[in-house]
Nanobody, 125 residues
Framework: QVQLVESGGGLVQAGGSLRLSCAAS????????ITWLRQAPGKEREFVAAINWRSGSSTYYSDSVKVRFTISRDNAKNTVYLQMNSLKPEDTAVYYCAARGGSGLALGLKDYDYWGQGTQVTVSS
């Protein structure tokens, strides 16, 4: 049974930092591209950041988080991280990780093989 489990969310003041983790089990982790997406209340889901398979040599970020967020992966731990710095109230959302098999970056909002349950990030002003 494949599972993606996000953790690390919480309440933080604007300008603060959080590190989200996406721990995977039940799949050959290194063969999956991993993407972080988020959804704020009343808004549509949006792409945040992506990392490709194996070594994670390629990454991509939405314009809204570029420079502030960093995605990385540790295949030995079957985990992808999202380091979030200089957080803003508009970053408040439920953050999801999703996995798609294959070599390319996964940049879409759907068509993933597996999803996590999400972790809440709340940034206060």
């Amino acid at each position: 049974q494949v599972q993606l489990v996000e953790s690390g969310g919480g309440l933080v003041q604007a300008g603060g930092s959080l590190r989200l983790s996406c721990a995977a089990s039940g799949l050959t982790f290194g063969y999956y591209a991993i993407t972080w997406l988020r959804q704020a209340p009343g808004k549509e889901r949006e792409f945040v950041a992506a990392i490709n398979w194996r070594s994670g040599s390629s990454t991509y970020y939405s314009d809204s988080v570029k420079v502030r967020f960093t995605i990385s992966r540790d295949n030995a731990k079957n985990t992808v991280y999202l380091q979030m710095n200089s957080l803003k109230p508009e970053d408040t959302a439920v953050y999801y990780c999703a996995a798609r098999g294959g070599s390319g970056l996964a940049l879409g909002l759907k068509d993933y093989d597996y999803w996590g349950q999400g972790t809440q990030v709340t940034v206060s002003s």
